[in-house]
C-alpha cells in the first residue's frame, strides 16, 4: 500500500431522457459509474450510510457490493458519512436529552454495514446554525459529549473511528468554535476530517486549520469553491447550499479557475506532518452548470499531475 490514496465521495447522477439519475436506479448504471471511476485511478469509495438499502435490493448485501467493487478494480469501501436529519425531539447533538438515541441509531446502522471494514464514520458535529443558534459554549461542550460517546461506541464495536466534518452551514463553523470542540472532546474517539471547499466558504483557511489539528485528522474531503459565504448564506434553511443568494453552484473541481484551495500547500503540509492514508475527492452538486463524469476527470488529472509530485 502507498502512503497516499484517492477514494471517491459518492453524490454521482447521471442525465437519461428522464432528467438526472443515480447509478442505484438500475443495474447499468451502477456499472457506468463503478467504471469510470476506477478508470480515472480511483481506488476506494465514500459513500453515505442510508444506501445499504438500495445497495441490499441490488446486491444482496453491502458484503456483495464490496466484492463487486473489486471485481471492477474498486478496493474498498473506506469511508461512511452519517445521513441523519437532527431533531431536538430526537436526535442532536446539542441536546444531551437524545445523545442514547444518536447512539443506538449508529449502533443499528453500523451493525449493517459490519461485514466490511469501514475506517471513518463522517458525522456533522452539530445541527444546522439556524437550528442551534444561539451557538453557546454549554451547546459545544454537549456536541463535543455526544461524539465522545459515539466515538467510543464505534471503534470499540465496530473498529471504526468517528470523525467530524464541519459544513460551512453547521453550528459549528467559526474557527473559535471548530477549536473548542476539539477541546472539549476526547481525542481517542472523535477526529477531524478536512472539508476543503466547506472551510474556506466559512472564511477559513483549511491549511492552517490541517497543521493546528493534523494529529486528529482522519481524512479529507479534496474540492474546491470560487467564493466565501458575504451574504450570511449559512442562515438559510434547510439546504444553504441550494437556497444561497449568491452563487447557484459552491463546489468545484480542484484545479478549477478562481478556486480559492491552496492545494498544493496542502498536500506540502501532508506530506511535512507525516499524515498517510487515503484522501478523499468530492464535488457535490457538479451537475449545477457542469456534468459529474467531466468533473471526476479532471479531479484526478489534478491529482495525478499536480499533487502527487509533491509526496512522491
Known amino acids: 500500500m502507498t502512503a497516499l490514496r484517492w477514494s471517491y465521495m459518492d453524490h454521482w447522477r447521471a442525465d437519461s431522457p428522464r432528467g438526472p439519475v443515480t447509478q442505484y436506479t438500475a443495474r447499468r448504471h451502477m456499472d457506468d459509474f463503478v467504471k469510470q471511476i476506477s478508470a480515472v485511478g480511483f481506488e476506494g469509495l465514500d459513500m453515505f450510510d442510508f444506501q445499504v438499502f438500495a445497495l441490499t435490493g441490488m446486491f444482496g448485501s453491502v458484503a456483495n457490493y464490496q466484492d463487486y467493487l473489486r471485481d471492477h478494480g474498486i478496493d474498498k469501501i473506506v469511508n461512511l458519512f452519517r445521513g441523519i436529519m437532527y431533531d431536538p425531539r430526537l436526535a442532536d447533538p446539542h441536546v444531551r436529552g437524545t445523545h442514547d438515541e444518536i447512539v443506538e441509531s449508529t449502533r443499528r446502522m453500523l451493525g449493517m454495514w459490519q461485514a466490511l471494514e469501514i475506517e471513518n464514520l463522517i458525522v456533522m458535529p452539530a445541527s444546522l446554525y439556524t437550528a442551534a443558534a444561539p451557538v453557546t459554549d454549554d451547546k459545544i461542550k454537549a456536541a463535543a459529549e455526544c461524539w465522545s460517546r459515539v466515538g467510543e461506541m ?4 465496530f473498529g471504526v473511528r468517528t ?13 473559535s468554535d471548530i ?11 472523535v477526529s477531524f476530517f478536512c472539508d476543503t471547499a466547506q472551510h474556506c466558504i466559512a472564511g477559513l483557511d483549511p491549511v492552517a486549520l490541517f497543521l493546528d489539528l493534523h494529529e486528529r485528522c482522519s481524512g479529507f474531503h479534496f474540492k474546491d469553491t470560487r467564493q466565501v459565504d458575504t451574504t450570511e448564506a449559512y442562515r ?4 444553504a447550499e441550494l437556497m444561497a443568494p449568491q452563487t447557484d453552484r459552491w463546489f468545484h473541481e480542484m484545479g478549477t479557475e478562481g478556486g480559492l484551495v491552496d492545494f498544493p500547500r496542502l498536500m506540502r503540509a501532508i506530506r511535512d506532518t507525516g499524515y498517510t492514508g487515503w484522501i478523499t475527492v468530492e464535488h457535490d452538486k457538479a451537475n449545477i452548470g457542469g456534468d459529474y463524469a467531466e468533473a471526476t476527470a479532471l479531479s484526478m488529472w489534478y491529482a495525478r499531475n499536480v499533487l502527487s509530485e509533491i509526496c512522491a
Open 236 to 239: 438559510h434553511s434547510p439546504d
Open 179 to 189: 477549536r473548542k470542540f476539539y477541546d472539549w472532546s476526547d481525542p481517542r474517539y
Open 163 to 175: 470523525t467530524a466534518h464541519h459544513e460551512f452551514f453547521c453550528a459549528i463553523r467559526t474557527e
Open 154 to 157: 464505534t471503534l470499540t464495536e
